[in-house]
């Protein structure tokens, strides 16, 4: 599948899509608090992404059955908000959401802490969102997909974490899920070149032990095999022939 160069127009529908993003990631962190279920979570971000008149992107995809992904611990993705999941002080959890305007998708994802967290989980939230930041370095016209995956891999492993390989990052557009795949550990080959007018989801999936996941019976959870942590941490960035441009944020609205 060829990789779609978004035009001045789609890229402007894409920057809407990624402020409202941003404004619901903003409001989602305000009440992530021990004793709320992982559904008011999915009820507020949905409401929130609707009083925009945009759609949640998630929601019914390939039978999602929700609009924020809610990720506790030692789930990497895709958890389903539930009314029996309780967050709990010194939890970890990652959201994960999308939104639609006008037709244009833009995905992006954060971990936070619970309450108090422990050093161990402190780190690697930290350490998952500066590996995002290393691969932004690389977002340059003329460098190659494999060397944005290097940058995360390379970042992580030094700092003694494993990166997931069962789930990648993704082009990003009209669709939630375009060409080309973006890994976060490298291969063999360079990859599709960055041209400019690309719109690409870069999501380090970073687990504190093995890399290997399992999926759960109600067949979206993802968890590590070995029930140690994971944190997830994604933006929409944009290709130009200059710097890239995140655009899954907001004025005044922290990364
Ligand atoms: N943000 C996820 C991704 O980048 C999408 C969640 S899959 C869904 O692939 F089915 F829940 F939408
Ligand atoms: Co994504």
Redesign the pocket.
């Known amino acids: 599948m060829a990789i779609v160069i978004k035009s001045p127009r789609e890229i402007e529908l894409m920057k809407e899509a990624g402020r409202i993003l941003a404004l619901t990631h903003e409001e989602l962190k305000k009440i992530i608090r021990p004793g709320i279920s992982t559904y008011e979570i999915d009820r507020v971000g949905e409401e929130f992404i609707r009083s925009f008149g945009c759609i949640p992107?998630?929601l019914n995809?390939?039978g999602?059955p929700a609009s924020i992904?809610v990720s506790v611990n030692d789930e990497v993705?895709?958890g389903i908000p539930s009314k029996d999941r309780i967050l709990q002080e010194g939890d970890i959890v990652s959201l994960?959401a999308?939104v639609i305007y006008k037709g244009y998708h833009s995905?992006s994802?954060r971990t936070y802490g619970v309450g108090q967290i422990s050093d161990k989980a402190t780190d690697l939230i930290k350490v998952t969102k500066e590996s995002f930041f290393e691969a932004l370095k690389v977002c340059k016209e003329g460098n190659h997909i494999n060397d944005i995956s290097k940058a995360v891999f390379d970042y992580i492993t030094a700092r003694g974490y494993s990166a997931v390989r069962d789930?990648v990052?993704?082009g990003v557009g009209a669709c939630?899920?375009e060409a080309p795949e973006i890994p976060n550990f490298p291969r063999l080959k360079r990859g599709a070149k960055l041209k400019a007018g690309m719109t690409l989801?870069i999501?380090p999936m970073i687990n504190i032990g093995t890399y290997e996941v399992e999926w759960l019976d109600d067949d979206?959870t993802v968890v590590t095999a070995d029930g140690e942590l994971s944190a997830h941490y994604?933006n929409t960035v944009l290709i130009t022939e200059g710097d890239p441009v995140i655009l899954s944020q907001a004025n005044g609205i922290e990364l």
Do not use: T
């Open positions: 992107s998630f995809y390939n999602y992904c993705v895709h994960d999308g995905d994802a789930l990052g993704h939630l899920h989801a999501e979206w994604e």
